[in-house]
Every structure is written in structure tokens, then in C-alpha cells.
């Protein structure tokens, strides 16, 4: 599936795979991100706002097995636990769950040295166009 919109992101996310419930992804942070640029001088560290993109992403890529295409209404809950650096590979744990007739995506981000994120989105579901 393709989808195009704007995004901070250079690069896309990879799917590695795909369950019924939910994927697992992978993106590669390339230190040529131009969000490097003033985030921050001599120590870049990637922004918080882009580690729930790339879940965004992955939930794009990777839609609960429902017909339509997953909207992004809420960001529900991010916890921040560590940094993420240039050339670091961010791997998406995506997990979709139904409450109350509205999507929840939950996802746990990690790199090699170990857990960085957990996000929460919230979504609904619209006809393709």
C-alpha cells in the first residue's frame, strides 16, 4: 500500500512482518535527516515527533485487517525512555487493538541498545478512494 502525504521522514519504514493483530517494521535513521540539523548541534539526537511518525507509518503500511484505510484521529499516549541517534535502526512492535469501535494502535520502539519508545494512536477506519 502506498500513501502519500507530508512527513519529516527521509527514508520509509520497512515491513519485516506482518501478523493478523498487528507487524513488526523496521526504519533506519539515517544521520543525513534533515531534522538533524538544529536537534541539536554536535550531539543530534532524533525527535520524539518523528519516532511517532514512524509509527504512524507502520500503522499505514500495516492496517488492522478490516477493509479501509486507517485515519489518524488521536495521539493518545507517548512515553519517551531513551534516545534515538543517526544511523540507528528503529524497530516497530505494532500491535491493533478494537475498543469501543475505535482503533488503537499500540507500538513499542526499540534500537540495539534496547526499548526507546511506547506510543498509543488512536484511529478510524474510512472507504478508499
Known sequence: M???FATPLNRTV???ERRPTGATTRLTVGADEQVFRGHYPDFPIFPGVCLVETVHHAAL????????????TAVESVRFLSPVFPDDEVTVELEWKLKAGA???????STARGRTAQVRLGYELREAS
Open 2 to 4: 502506498s500513501v502519500a
Open 14 to 16: 520497512q515491513t519485516l
Open 61 to 72: 503500511a500495516n492496517p488492522p485487517a478490516e477493509e479501509g484505510q486507517p485515519v489518524l
Open 103 to 109: 482503533w488503537k494502535a499500540h507500538a513499542a520502539l
